[in-house]
Nanobody, 121 residues
C-alpha cells in the first residue's frame, strides 16, 4: 500500500510565494514521473508541472517562469515552489506520482489528498 501526503497550501497575497510538498511512503519499489495538477472551482483539472526520472521538467504556459518543480528521490518527494502568485492560481493542488510496487511490472498513478492554495488580498 502506498500513501501520498501533501502539505504547504494556504492563503497568500498576490505576488507572494508558497512551497508545496508531497511525500510518498509505503510499499515502493521505484518512482517514475512526478506531477502537480490543480483544479480551480468550476474548472477542469489541469497539469501544472511534471518532472521525469531524469529531472526533465515541463510546465503549463500559465506558470512558466513563476513555478519550479523539483524532486528528492531519497525522500520519495516532489516539491512545487510557487513565486509571484496571482489570484488565478487559486485552486486545489494535487500531486500525482507514478509508482511501481514490489512484484509488479508497471507503474500506477497515485494521488495526494489535495491542498488548497488561495491567492487573495
Amino acid at each position: 500500500q502506498v500513501q501520498l501526503v501533501e502539505s504547504g497550501g494556504g492563503l497568500v497575497q498576490p505576488g507572494g510565494s508558497l512551497r508545496l510538498s508531497c511525500a510518498a511512503s509505503g510499499s515502493i519499489a521505484s518512482i517514475g514521473a512526478m506531477t502537480w495538477l490543480r483544479q480551480a472551482q468550476g474548472k477542469e483539472r489541469e497539469l501544472v508541472a511534471l518532472i521525469t526520472t531524469n529531472s526533465i521538467t515541463t510546465y503549463a504556459d500559465s506558470v512558466k517562469g513563476r513555478f519550479t518543480i523539483s524532486r528528492d528521490n531519497a525522500k520519495n518527494a516532489v516539491y512545487l515552489q510557487m513565486n509571484n502568485l496571482k489570484p488565478e492560481d487559486t485552486a486545489v493542488y494535487y500531486c500525482k506520482i507514478f509508482i511501481r510496487t514490489p512484484g509488479s511490472d508497471g507503474y500506477l498513478e497515485h494521488w495526494g489528498q489535495g491542498t488548497l492554495v488561495t491567492v487573495s488580498s
